[in-house]
């Protein structure tokens, strides 16, 4: 698991508080003051965790009514042994004598002050003499645990589900990170999501389409009873309110379900069918229906008109 942490800034800078603290010490003779939150910030306080990520891959199914995983992640954890001094047992940490335990220095260049972080205690206010031997002075060692994300109902690839606290330990009793679930939804085979909607094919044949019929829709409450209108084409939709993805940011909020009608043309028939198919035919050729003769009729006129003459 990566863990999601911002690097330190140029020149020894670790954060604004550092830019603010240096430059105050030297323009504070002069009447300014660039504020800062009122005072310095200590470095020998607790710095928080790292936080960590992770992937989650869901069906459509335990998207649609949501689920719970466990997780097993890897992350430092606060060492047991010393409790998180980094120091072996029966020493502690000594103040550093570098920066006489304030985290930071000053260094002077003719005018100019310039205040850093301590490098001998890294900013920590202490060095360790005797470190402890399970963490190597650190305070933290690797462990796994295993911990479980409920995910709600309705979430979809791209959202993440946060755990508060569930990052890496923090140092000199800092904080702990959180740890960030991010959510991939696999596709399905007979649906397609569209935010809150989703959409199904569903093939009927040429004679349910042309007289009507009563058919199973599937969804993800299971099948449906739909009415199909006699003269249904191809690429009708229909839309089912309340049978898509719940929102799970809104309770009770709900997508609809989105029916595209395919009218299947049979690749094989039987003799009999032929036979029907040809009576049909041959009515079909005495009583042309209304859009096909509209367009042997443009078909007639493109074919009989004159070339334009330049």
Known sequence: HAGVSGGSAAGGFHDVNDIFSAFGDIFEGFGFNFGGGGGRRGRSGGRQGASLQTVVQLDLTEAYAGCKRELHISRHETCEACSGSGAAAGSKPVKCSTCGGHGQVIQSQGFFRMQTTCPACRGKGTTIKDPCQDCSGSGRTIQEVVREVKIPAGIDSGMQVVLRGEGEAGTNGGPRGD???????????????????????????????????????????????????????????????????????????????????????????????????????????NHVMPHRKSFFEHVKQFFSSEPDED
């Open 179 to 285: 740890l960030y679930v991010d959510i991939e939804v696999r596709k399905h085979k007979l649906f397609e999501r569209d935010g809150l909607d989703l959409m199904c094919r569903v093939p009927i044949t040429f004679a349910q389409a042309a007289l009507g019929a009563e058919i199973e829709i599937p969804t993800l409450k299971g099948k449906e009873i739909h009415s199909v209108q006699p003269g249904t084409q191809p690429g009708d939709i229909t839309r089912l309110h309340s049978l898509g993805m719940p929102d799970p940011r809104h309770n009770g909020r709900v997508g609809d379900l989105i029916v595209e009608i395919q009218v299947e043309v049979p690749r094989k028939v039987t003799a009999e069918q032929e036979a029907l198919l040809r009576q049909l035919a041959e009515l079909d050729h």
